[in-house]
């Protein structure tokens, strides 16, 4: 993709967020002003929303005022919608971050494991661990988890990022508390924070397993076929070697694709998990001001969500350029 | 394959230590509050402007009124705050105040009579959904200079003609009442917004807490002001955290890592009670819930089926399964507690009752739509409500939506028919009969919009004037009588089914203590509390 | 000579006698090697009793679905006359079940045609035509897939308002743009080789070329994807109803229903785990049998 295409990218999925917010019947005003609002109290909000004038010149508007990098304020309560994508979207980079990486360091090994043993017993029982992923409605499986493991094991910490006798504790560098009770050295709110985020991470790991393990066994079926394996084997090379060394190697770029996208999907795709963890993150924020049709929100969180997505398409895209021969 | 496994075992061994060397602590700590409640309808903390249940919990803690009352002794009705004393003019239209001395703001100034006189005439000019609560005594942007007037240490409101001088103190203890430092705020405006913008965000108040921080959907921090005037509160630190599910919020609360739980479902108060160490709290609220008939429609409109509709409710059904315990029957507008509330329900669920007026109306067939908002306990009363319409040949199609697609919708009297709720504004009876009973011009130009009896395009059959009358009446019991009349034919004849009316059951931790969430009259007042 | 011996033999042969002959042995040779796919086959069967289920619902379930006993509510597992319980409002929750099991094929099959077709379409003309038409239908591609897709399903909904038909229509737009890629990619294979080239030199149209010609070539790996993708489908649907936006009461959608259920998880578990089962048994189902098609039908494209 080059400069020119993300650019007309990102302005097409704002208009349609855009036009999505305003044909939506959720009024924004009514959210404003609430149930009892009088007509005149009401017609001042919407003309001060400048709901009055003709769509394009509020989309003008919203683009000039983005492109100054003022995404506007939340019409529900009233701060600055970057001020409020700073504080949520850490949340959620640290949720999907922990997520990806259980993704990444169970499914790599078990997608391999399972392509070099195809057919056998453990094959079948990663194809079943995978697939389960797959078919698990999140929702109750989340349910069900901080019902056994915090309601009655008490293993883990419950809703939320941290026990609230550590809200606020440490001072936030980056926003994710793990990494700002490690700057801040305080090991009483790491521990506590990581309580709080195993479970919600271990649930969006488990999907992301389920992904990665699929895509790695069936890349690395397609090495092991190919011909300069058996070669190796012919060679005499040692099979730990040959899946490795050899199979394994030239799996990494479609590998790191297949993650970026995982990783993109987690961004986008926690919102039930948010909700049920009670997980301040910005799938819930979305969400939230969309159904009180608080579009400035909407539309910045979109922005956000879209950009990061087309990055990571962007990312993957160069690696395969850089290097994978096939693709010139 | 070896260098795999031992990864593999590695890392679910780490898992394994890492969780379960995790610390759990029983309790909070002893000088802080913590409450799980659902805060998402927190969209301001401007007392002239909040106007949700959320808002109004943080306000009410946050800002002294010049009436209030006395969390321990609801009962007794609006008490001095920071006015002193008052006294009525003799035509009955002029309240004037004396200030309680040597209050402070939590900004450190002192709490005068021009900031009483500030804060009133900021509410009427920045005139927000609220302003209603003020604008009814005849308060108007262009007359605040005359109408509400500081001299000295004292504060002197004049309304537009007499009313009961409860029905004016009352409406003073609700939000919009709340006393703001006027320096303070000043010092914070922009653009002529009275500080709007800046208090939408920040508190300046004089009463027990400050607002620390909100974080929207996600909680509120309030910390103690140690100079209120009543006593340092016992509770330093009060936080508020949002968790939407009820069964989070439960063991949430049994593992003792919350003191307070708002939003227990019967299901899950059923379950928390039998735990040690929690105890569950009843408090009747002033919410109620109602089914509305759309007066345009033309079956609806026939007094017969008006009736019929309300033979048509399984209210015990109801109040004995899925409500059980956070709803109790009442069919009328005024909650229980009120001043004028009855509590006479002469309606049970009478299908063949309802099949005889209906037939006397000669209607058979009827398809309706009801329109819901999206929440469980809703959708449950309308497919209970489904269930015994069909029993007397009625269809009744249920739309679910957002809170404010429906609300949209009811507003424009787009609705057959509408189930929801509708909690008092202020503790006085003029805030149900003002909009349940009333309406002077039903037309559709009129865009009352805020009157519930035009959003059902009903001209009420004379009950207006009647409710005109009973706000103006000085004597109480004389008030209170009237009030019972206009129930009793409103009753009858209303397109209105009031069903239910709300107790608020609260799962807490049994050292919490003197926690009151203000009744059917107020808020949850937090400097009581002791644990 | 038994006739299906026959019938097998003629399907089974290396020399085809017509183009239709030549299909229906591709296609038998992938059945062979479908059925040799134990997993593949248990979903299938699932699907299949699913599908007898749905057809026979009014005479398997016990009760009528929509029948309220407030006085029986949340009635337990195995309960003389209701197996499963009974819901918030005393309806029987086998019942809904079964019920519900009509409203999932539903949505799955209107999705699994609405999707892929619009996929298509797009995927082919873009690839076919090229240039600035390319151009553009791609980068609404694009568009469409930088979307958050619940913000995107949520928003429809909210817009047209809730109801089946609606998340049918909201989930077939936040899926079609995957397919529409694969469709072109298919596309710019084909439209370079030599048989494309040869049928245009015969006076075929563009219209003629996409519909008899590339179409057919790229079914396959759609329909691959669009099993794969049916639990998702499903689980959106779900997450839907989950969030009330789904199938309206008293419907009884299976999503829904977790939804009315999740209410009493603690004490009453069963009440949202049956429906949750229920979901869990088909997106299994559909993933079994994707996985195992995915091994007959493309064994090297693995999906993306």
Redesign the interface.
């Known amino acids: ?1 080059t400069f020119g ?1 993300v650019t ?2 990102m302005l ?2 704002l208009f ?2 855009f036009i ?2 305003r ?5 924004p005003v ?13 017609d ?1 909000v919407y003309n001060q929303l400048g709901l009055d004038k003709p769509l394009l010149v509020q989309f003008f508007y919203y683009i000039w005022d983005v492109l100054h990098g003022d995404f506007g304020t ?1 019409l ?4 600055p919608v970057a001020d ?1 994508i700073r ?1 949520v979207f850490p949340a959620t980079l640290e949720l999907a971050s922990l997520g990806v990486l259980f993704g990444i ?2 499914g790599v ?1 078990l997608g ?2 399972a392509a ?1 043993r195809r057919g056998s017993w453990i094959d ?1 029982i990663a ?2 661990v995978a ?2 992923g ?7 499986l989340g ?2 988890g ?2 056994v493991f ?2 009655i094991l ?7 990022r941290v ?3 550590y ?2 504790v440490v001072p936030s560098v980056t926003g994710m508390i793990l990494i700002d009770s490690i700057i801040d050295g305080n090991w009483t709110v790491f ?2 924070a ?2 709080h985020i ?1 479970l919600p991470a271990s649930l969006l790991g488990y999907y992301s397993l389920a992904y990665v393990s ?2 790695t066994r ?2 690395m079926l ?1 090495q092991l076929s190919a011909e300069y394996i058996t070669t190796a084997r012919v060679k005499g090379m040692s099979e ?1 070697a040959v899946i490795w060394r050899h199979a394994f190697r030239n799996i990494r770029v479609q590998l790191i694709t ?1 993650i970026a996208l995982s990783y993109a999907n987690l961004l ?2 926690s ?2 998990t948010e ?2 963890f ?1 997980w ?1 993150g910005i ?6 001001a ?4 608080d579009m400035n929100a ?1 539309l910045g ?2 922005v956000v ?2 950009l990061i ?2 990055l990571l398409n962007i990312f993957s895209d160069l690696l395969y350029r850089v290097f994978d021969p096939r693709a010139k | 394959m070896n260098a795999l496994n031992r990864l593999m075992t590695t890392a679910a061994l780490g898992l394994a230590v890492a969780v379960t060397s995790v610390p759990s602590w029983a309790e909070t700590p002893a000088n802080m509050l913590v409450i799980a409640n659902r805060i998402d309808d927190i969209t301001t903390l401007d007392p002239a402007e909040s106007f949700e249940f959320a808002g109004s919990d943080v306000s009410r803690n946050v800002y002294g009124k010049l009436v209030n009352f006395d969390p321990l002794n609801m009962g007794a009705g609006y008490q001095p705050d920071l006015a002193e004393s008052w006294t009525v003019s003799e035509d009955g239209k002029s309240i004037t105040f004396t200030m309680r001395e040597g209050v402070k703001f939590h900004s450190g100034n002192p709490v005068t009579a021009q900031d009483a006189e500030y804060s009133l005439r900021r509410a009427v000019i920045l005139n927000k959904t609220p302003a209603f609560i003020l604008t009814q005594f005849g308060f108007t942007p262009e007359n605040v200079e005359q109408t509400i007037k500081a001299d000295g240490n004292t504060l002197t409101i004049t309304t537009d003609k007499r009313y009961a001088t409860s029905f004016v103190l009352n409406c003073l203890t609700a939000t919009i009442g709340g006393i703001v430092d006027m320096k303070t705020v000043m010092a914070n405006e922009a653009d002529g917004d009275m500080g709007n913008t800046w208090l939408k965000t920040n508190t300046a108040g004089s009463g027990a807490y400050t607002v620390q921080s909100w974080k929207p959907n996600d909680s509120v921090t309030m910390v103690s002001n140690p100079d209120f005037y009543l006593g340092a509160p016992a509770m330093e630190r009060v936080i508020v955290r949002h968790v939407q599910e009820s069964a989070t919020q439960r063991l949430l609360l049994e593992r003792g890592d919350i003191d307070v739980a708002r939003n227990l479902n019967p299901e899950d108060i059923a379950g928390a009670r039998s735990v040690a160490g929690v105890a569950i709290d009843d408090e009747l609220r002033g919410r109620l819930m109602y089914i509305s008939l759309n007066q345009n429609h033309p079956e609806l409109s026939k007094p017969q089926v008006r009736q019929a509709i309300k033979y048509l409710v399984d209210y015990e059904g109801m109040q004995n399964s899925f409500l059980n315990g956070q709803y109790t029957i009442h069919q009328n507008f005024l909650p229980q507690t009120y001043l004028g509330a009855v509590n006479e329900n002469p309606f049970t669920l009478n299908i063949d009752k309802a099949k005889e007026l209906l037939a006397e109306a000669g209607v058979s067939g009827l398809e309706i739509e009801v329109g819901v908002r999206e929440a469980q306990e809703r959708i449950e009363i309308a497919q209970s409500l489904q269930n015994t319409f069909a029993q007397a040949g009625i269809t009744l199609n249920i739309t679910v939506g957002t809170a404010k697609q429906i609300l949209a919708r009811y507003r424009a009297r787009d609705l057959d028919v509408y189930m929801g709720a509708w909690g008092p504004d202020y503790p006085d009876p003029q805030t149900n009969a003002g909009t349940f009973a009333y309406n002077p011009d039903n037309s559709v130009e009129a865009q009352a919009t805020g009157l519930l009896a035009w959003r059902n395009a009903w001209d009420t059959g004379g009950l207006t004037e009647k409710v005109d009358a009973a706000v103006v009446e000085g004597d109480r019991e004389v008030r209170a009588q009237m009030y019972h009349d206009i129930q009793a034919e409103f009753r009858e004849t209303a397109p209105f089914a009031i069903l239910f009316q709300k107790i608020e059951q609260t799962g807490r931790s049994e050292n919490v203590k003197n926690l009151t969430l203000g009744g059917a009259i107020t808020a949850v007042s937090y400097w009581p509390v002791t644990k | 000579m038994s006739e299906t011996q026959t019938l097998r033999a003629w399907l089974l042969t290396d020399a085809p006698t017509s183009r239709r002959h030549a299909k229906l042995a591709s296609l038998y040779k992938g059945w062979l090697s479908l059925r040799s796919n134990s997993m593949a086959m248990f979903g299938l069967a699932i699907l299949i009793i699913l599908g007898l289920i749905a057809a026979a619902a009014p005479l398997l379930a016990p009760h009528d679905p929509f029948f309220q006993d407030l006085g029986n509510r949340l009635g337990p597992l195995g309960a003389e006359d209701h197996v499963l319980g009974t819901d918030s409002l005393g309806r029987d929750i086998l019942s809904r079940l079964i019920y519900g099991s009509r409203i999932t094929l539903y949505i799955v099959t209107l999705v699994a045609l609405i999707a892929p077709i619009a996929g298509l379409l797009v995927g082919t003309v873009s690839g076919y035509a090229g240039g600035w038409i390319d151009m553009i239908l791609m980068r609404i591609t694009d568009i469409f897939l930088a979307f958050p897709r619940l913000v995107l399903a949520l928003a429809f909904v909210a817009a047209l308002g809730a109801g089946i038909e609606n998340a049918v229509l909201a989930i077939s737009l936040t899926a079609w743009p995957p397919y529409a890629r694969i469709a072109r990619a298919e596309t710019l294979t084909i439209r370079s080789s030599d048989f494309i080239s040869a049928i245009r030199l015969q006076g075929a149209g563009p219209l003629r070329i996409i519909t008899k010609h590339i179409w057919p070539l790229c079914i396959s790996s759609l329909i691959v994807r669009v099993t794969l993708d049916m639990a998702g489908i499903i689980l959106a649907a779900a997450g839907l109803g989950f969030l009330g936006l789904g199938a309206q009461p008293p419907s009884p959608e299976w999503g829904a229903m977790i939804s009315e259920g999740r209410r009493f998880i603690l004490d009453y578990w069963w009440v949202a785990t049956m429906p949750g089962l229920a979901i869990f048994t088909v997106s299994l189902a559909f993933n079994l049998l994707g996985d195992g098609l995915r091994d007959v039908l493309d064994p090297k494209d693995s999906g993306q």
């Open positions: 993709m295409s007309v990218t097409g999925l349609v967020t999505i917010g044909v939506m019947p959720i009024d009514l959210s404003i002003v609430g149930e009892r609002a009088s007509k005149s109290t009401y001042a939340s529900l309560n009233a701060r409020d504080r360091v169970l090994p391999v494991i070099v079948q194809r079943v697939l389960v797959y078919s698990m409605p999140i929702f109750w349910l069900m901080l019902l915090y309601g008490g293993w883990v910490g419950g809703p939320g026990g609230i006798f809200v606020d521990k506590d990581f309580s195993i699929r895509m069936s890349f397609e730990r297949v986008e795709g919102v039930l909700i049920i009670s301040p799938g819930s924020y979305i969400t939230t969309l159904l009180s049709a909407v969180g979109t969500v879209g997505f087309i």
